[in-house]
């Protein structure tokens, strides 16, 4: 397996009116080619905004620490993104090398154009296509993600196509400049549950086709559970606990995670109530000290959560979580 | 106390005409077709159903909230009986002091611009169920401590609160006219899932404590599991499946819910592959097939499914299926 | 790299309660001050408009006719120094200008500056009569010993350019107040039925506000100015061309009102109150209202430029306001001659009093409108 990517200690804060903002905290991982990996999170744990670091889309506000470092190993070579400074240079990862679809297609897709006419457009920026060569590609691109009828899709407008296929339609166009790395930002959260499994599939076939790596965000485990190889666990812009899949979603070691887990409506076991999280996310105006989940922590012990960050201890060989109570227990 | 249903409809339909062609036939949408439901007292309904189901809007027009076009929905509470097509004036007012809606967003639900307190006496104050301030206040004070509120927060703004926070205010503006009927249209659905147990759990705490009757609105199967007692299906305005939840989940007899049950990403990571995948989209609302809505979808589809659409029967113990063919499937 | 947990806790709960209770008004508050731009230009207003409402008290002289300095017509600013070649003094002084004519000049008048006869200024001095808020006054802020000074110089008749400056503005001012508020009025009335109501209602008042925004201001002033009879006094004058402009600034302020109402009537805690069984009338008292002051305001703000400018070209061409009333469109009307564009630069400095207030007015508008929709970041 190729390593894909690295990120190193990305620590990302925001300068806002109401002063410094943290909304990513000494995060890192890695990723190999043909991986997909999950970063779950519910809202303020920063995962949209890691992501969105890996191309340098942040507001302008936003303040990288020096010890961050993300590298992404090319063919070409490895590219330090923290380097690269101004948009130029950014071109050639932004949508070249790096894809990356979002949450919501009909913002994604310029109403007023023709998505055969951005899927061309991108194709003419990124690669060495001319017009005819890259409406090829669109629609086959488009075909292969399963919308019939591609060469009439292609000539329409991203409001005529239902969710499902504005989806895929954007799918196609972050495929077809075949990058490495695809970062898909909560991209059947807004689709129907039919429609988001088959959305889902068409992914893990694409990953397997294409051998790409593709980074997962949402905040359904569920979604994670069926489609990822590797999970990251995010909260407050810390990651709490990673690890291969089924390691983290079996055996979860640290409390946030053992709590979504719980708070999650099981189909298979209607008679247990819905066990919730304690209290409610902090405001990133008011970050705890110490552990960051040490204030909705049920089982927190007084002292050492509230005064000290965790660090990483192994629970497993391929699964770690940054917890006091799972560093005493003693980990491998 | 009878045992009649509270709220009950016949063949329900609420029609939106299409703006447009001034000239040529006059186009509508179906939102609701035919629908006929029973809503015992004291009961947690649940309605599910994707989008186009028509499922917001019929809760909606049991509430009066939205025009009703044909069909009756009959209210009976023991004091009052109403005939909601025929509501208004008085009796309207009168109903509205029964029958609540708590709303999805938490963020648009709540005027940015009146305290806590405001929001949560104005339905006092406007249905003038109190006589005196004190009264009033008296009454807001009760209802925000059951919604886990403190007396801090009425003094506040709904930009000093989380989304958890703002959609609890939002239950309890709902509660404090003391109503019989509350529809919670998709309540949970924007909130983090940690917060979302929590808020699930105080409906049914405060379902069980006012002895109210819930219609809960979701497009979340997993969630209606845990918390409803009854569950209705429904498909592009028409009701498919109805059943106790038990029944509904363990026994599926129609083939979207049965769809609609394997789509939902398990949380076991090795059980891929074992959903049945529905192919094609959504058809739109205002093009229904003809005969019934599901067979452009269904994989069991046979000829009578295109012409005739199918009504409901009884196919168990409170258990009704619109399918021509559900007898059949079960045996299989 | 956690926030420090060493803040004090008290100062920190007493700022978040504060912005935990913030009404809208104080967050609005709190954003404007941030912006700089804004701020300076609200000082400036502030300067300006209490200048114009005080103006009698401040300038030495009458700016009518009746206050006209006879000796020095069309006269140089006379900047007031404390030091000359005669030595200092704590007062600051002018000079002395004698006028005289004789074939030398070519029978010009000719102004010439004695030095050795020093008029010193004075403050607080009696001088001309005038009445403010009703009451009669006759002291104000500054004169001289001797005869007038003029700070800003004087025009063809002897009037006093600064006197006249800060009455015009005061004039200005109160011509755009009646206008902006005579449209504002009509704006939401009609704006907000057409908004709250929509259907056929909306169509309708749409089509009456279009037609009247498309009349012509020039040709109807003309009319106007025809048909206004002469005997009117200034002040009626003054009343009829504000009550005017405010009849037809309507539109687009009546505009912006309904597109605010049609947006907000859909929001869901509008809804949210109908469903209480919630009067119209509650609804907008307690709901739409609230929801747009802030962007009326800043409309209104907006908007005051345009209504003093207008004024003030009516008043240029002659179709506005006349002597005795100052305003800068009276003003302006003596300088279209070359004898002023060459020899007397002075009577351009009204100007930039009101090239200020016009951008002030802009700056505290803008300032307002990004500061006037606290709550758009409060989404996660």
Request: glycine share 8%; hydrophobic share 40%; proline share 5%.
């Amino acid at each position: 397996m190729t390593r894909l990517l690295e990120v190193d200690n990305l620590t990302l804060q925001f300068d806002t009116d109401e002063g410094r903002i943290t909304a990513v905290d000494d995060v890192s991982f890695a990723l190999d080619a043909g991986q997909v990996m999950g970063l779950v999170g519910e809202s303020g744990s920063g995962k949209s905004v890691t992501a969105k670091a890996l191309m340098k889309l942040n507001p302008g506000n936003a303040v990288y620490s020096d010890k961050t470092k993300i590298t992404l190993h090319l063919e070409s070579g490895s590219v330090d993104i923290m380097s690269l400074r101004n948009s130029t240079e950014m071109q050639v990862v932004r949508g070249g090398a790096i894809s990356m679809i979002f949450q919501e297609p009909m913002a994604s897709f310029a109403p007023a154009i023709t998505i055969g006419d951005q899927m061309v457009e991108q194709l003419l920026i990124h690669t060495k296509l001319n017009k005819k060569g890259a409406r090829e590609l669109s629609i086959e691109m488009l075909d292969r993600v399963g919308i019939s009828d591609a060469a009439m899709r292609f000539g329409q407008y991203a409001f005529e196509l239902s969710g499902g296929m504005r989806q895929r339609a954007m799918i196609a166009m972050a495929l077809s400049t075949k990058p490495k790395l695809l970062i898909a930002d909560e991209p059947t959260t807004a689709l129907d549950v039919t429609i988001q499994a088959q959305v889902i599939d068409l992914m893990k076939d694409l990953v397997t086709d294409f051998g790409m790596g593709i980074i997962f965000i949402t905040h359904d485990l569920g979604v994670i559970a069926q489609t990822a190889d590797h999970v990251a666990v995010m909260y407050l812009g810390r990651i709490v606990e990673q690890g291969s899949v089924r390691d983290v979603i079996r055996t979860p070691a640290h409390p946030y995670t053992k709590g979504l887990l719980a708070a999650l409506p099981n189909l298979h076991d209607l008679d247990s109530p819905l066990v919730a999280v304690p209290g409610d996310i902090p405001s990133p105006l008011e970050r705890p000290s110490g552990c960051v989940f040490h204030t909705r922590c049920s089982v927190a012990l007084a002292g050492r959560c509230q005064t000290e960050i965790p660090r990483f201890s192994n629970v497993s060989a391929n699964h770690r979580a940054a917890c006091h109570l799972v560093e005493t227990k003693g980990g491998i | 106390m009878t045992d009649k249903p509270l709220i009950s409809a016949r063949d329900l339909s609420v029609h939106y005409p299409m703006r447009g062609n001034v000239l040529g036939p006059k186009q509508v949408v179906r939102a609701v077709e035919g629908v006929n439901i029973d809503i015992e007292r004291s009961n947690f309904y649940g309605l599910v159903g994707e989008s186009g189901s028509g499922k917001t809007t019929l809760g909606r027009a049991m509430l009066k909230a939205t025009p009703i076009t044909h069909g009756d929905v009959t209210y009976d509470d023991g004091q009052v009986r109403y005939n909601l097509s025929t509501l208004k004036g008085a009796e309207l007012k009168d109903y509205r002091s029964r029958a609540q809606l708590i709303f999805q967003d938490p963020y648009a639900a709540l005027s940015p611009r009146m305290t806590v307190r405001d929001i949560i006496a104005e339905p006092l104050e406007v249905m003038g169920l109190t006589k005196s301030r004190e009264e009033t206040d008296q009454r807001v004070r009760e209802i925000a401590a059951k919604c886990r509120l403190n007396l801090e927060h009425l003094r506040r703004f709904p930009h000093a609160f989380s989304g958890g926070q703002r959609q609890r205010i939002s239950i309890a503006r709902a509660l404090v006219s003391r109503p019989q009927f509350v529809v919670a249209d998709e309540s949970v659905a924007a909130l983090d899932v940690s917060i979302q147990a929590d808020v699930l759990n105080l409906l049914k705490s405060i379902q069980q404590d006012m002895g109210l009757t819930f219609l809960f609105i979701s497009h979340d199967l997993s969630v209606v599991a845990h918390i409803c007692d009854h569950v209705a299906v429904m498909y592009l305005g028409r009701l498919v499946e109805t059943a106790p939840t038990r029944d509904l989940f363990a026994a599926p007899q129609h083939p979207y819910t049965k769809a609609l049950l394997s789509a939902i990403p398990s949380l076991d990571p090795d059980d891929r592959g074992k959903a049945q995948k529905l192919e094609g989209e959504i058809p739109s609302p205002t093009n229904p097939p003809p005969g019934c809505k599901f067979q452009t979808r269904c994989p069991f589809a046979i000829d009578i499914c295109r012409t005739l659409e199918p009504k409901l029967e009884k196919s168990g113990k409170e258990h009704d299926v619109a399918c021509h063919r559900w007898k059949e499937l079960m045996e299989e | 790299m956690t926030d420090a947990p060493n803040m004090d806790v008290n100062v920190n709960q007493k700022a978040k309660d504060a912005y935990f209770t913030a009404s809208q008004g104080q967050l609005i508050w709190t954003r404007f001050k941030k912006q700089k731009a804004a701020m300076v230009g609200a000082w400036i207003l502030v300067v300006l408009i209490i200048s114009g409402l005080f103006a009698p008290f401040l300038t030495p002289y009458d700016p009518t006719i009746a206050g006209r300095d006879k000796t020095y017509q069309n006269g140089a600013p006379q900047l007031p120094s404390f030091c000359d070649e005669n030595g200092c003094s704590w007062r600051p002084f002018v000079y002395t200008y004698e006028r005289e004519r004789s074939i030398k000049t070519n029978f010009r008048w000719v102004n010439t500056v004695n030095i050795e006869k020093r008029r010193y200024m004075q403050f607080f001095v009696q001088g001309d009569e005038y009445t403010l808020l009703g009451l009669g006054f006759s002291t104000h802020l500054f004169g001289v010993d001797t005869g007038k000074v003029h700070l800003f110089g004087t025009d063809s008749t002897g009037k006093d350019i600064l006197s006249r400056t800060f009455h015009a503005i005061n004039t200005s001012m109160a011509v755009g107040t009646i206008g902006v508020f005579i449209s504002f009025v009509l704006a939401l009335i009609i704006g907000g039925v057409s908004g709250y109501y929509g259907g056929w209602i909306d169509s309708g008042l749409q089509m009456v506000t279009d037609a009247v925004r498309t009349i012509p201001a020039i040709p109807l002033f003309m009319a106007l100015a025809a048909f206004i009879p002469d005997t009117w006094s200034a002040e009626m004058r003054f009343f009829f061309i504000s009550i005017i402009l405010g009849f037809i600034g309507w539109p687009t302020l009546a505009r912006r009102v309904r597109t605010h109402l049609l947006t907000e009537r859909n929001q869901e805690y509008v809804l949210a109150a109908k469903l209480c069984g919630a009067s119209p009338g509650h609804i907008i008292r307690r709901h739409l209202l609230p929801s747009f002051t802030s962007y009326i305001i800043v409309d209104l703000v907006i908007s005051f430029p345009y209504m003093v400018l207008s004024e003030t070209a009516l008043s240029f061409i002659g179709l506005g306001l006349k002597d005795p009333v100052n305003s800068l469109g009276v003003m302006l009307q003596s300088v279209t001659s070359a004898d002023v564009l060459l020899n007397y630069q002075w009577y351009f400095i009204p100007v930039i009093f009101f090239i200020t207030l016009v951008l002030a007015f802009v700056f505290v508008g803008d300032g307002l409108r990004d500061a006037a929709d606290p709550y758009s970041d409060t989404k996660k």
